[in-house]
């Protein structure tokens, strides 16, 4: 059996419209009643969605689950303002990674490049890497990267106003179960994702 053609496309939409395919695409499967999976795949039981607002001092604000805790980046290389979003019932989290732009049009280029970059290196596994651009209800720039396949990150994002402010962010999981038995958790995280671009907002604008 041949691998599937892998893509890499980007094209113009809304966030609104985004967000209304991902709705559209959950009403879809939670229409059908569940029925168990061959061995192997567990049952995953999703809760309705809940949101609650950033509180910690950054320089932006967002709302985000209230299924899920923030904890300051871990990482040996991790910056001011790098967060995790972590959720323990799915073993998931989304990782954001924060930088000033200080009106440095050559900074923001060299950003725009790197989130390309990071989540061009999945293309071994992907079958598919599609960039959807948007535009978010505080007027900032943004580019969703939507990924299929059996990869470790299956939706990325960075949004930015341009001038001052540059935030990335990639969701992944920490468990080795397959993403086709993941694919409702997946959906739900990326409405969560979504919900939080719609609120976000950079401070000192």
């Known amino acids: ?11 113009p939409a809304s966030l609104k419209t985004l967000l209304w395919c991902l709705v559209a695409t959950t009403m879809v499967a939670c229409g ?4 168990p999976k061959p061995k192997g795949y567990n049952r995953i039981d999703l809760p309705e969605p809940a949101y609650q607002q950033l509180q ?18 871990s990482s040996s290389i991790a910056q001011p303002h790098w967060i995790t979003i972590i959720y323990p019932e799915f073993g998931a989290n989304v990782q954001l990674t924060y930088k000033a732009l200080k009106n440095n049009p050559k900074m923001l280029n060299d950003l725009v490049e790197d989130a390309r970059k990071l989540t061009s290196k999945h293309q ?6 599609e960039e959807t651009e948007v535009k978010t209800p505080k007027g900032d720039v943004a580019a969703v990267f939507e990924l299929t396949g059996e990869v470790p990150s299956q939706f990325q994002f960075y949004v930015t106003d341009t001038t001052s402010h540059f935030l990335r962010g990639a969701l992944y999981f920490r468990t080795a179960t397959q993403n086709d038995s993941l694919a409702p958790v997946i959906e739900f995280m990326k409405k969560d994702i979504v919900h939080l671009l719609n609120t976000l907002e950079f401070k000192g604008k």
Do not use: C, G, L, N
């Open 32 to 35: 059908v009643e569940f029925t």
């Open 56 to 73: 910690e001092e950054h320089p932006y604000t967002f709302e985000f689950s209230k299924y899920a805790k923030i904890r300051p980046d």
């Open 124 to 129: 071994v596994k992907a079958y598919s890497i």
């Open 1 to 11: 059996m041949s691998q599937a053609k892998k893509k890499f496309s980007r094209k």
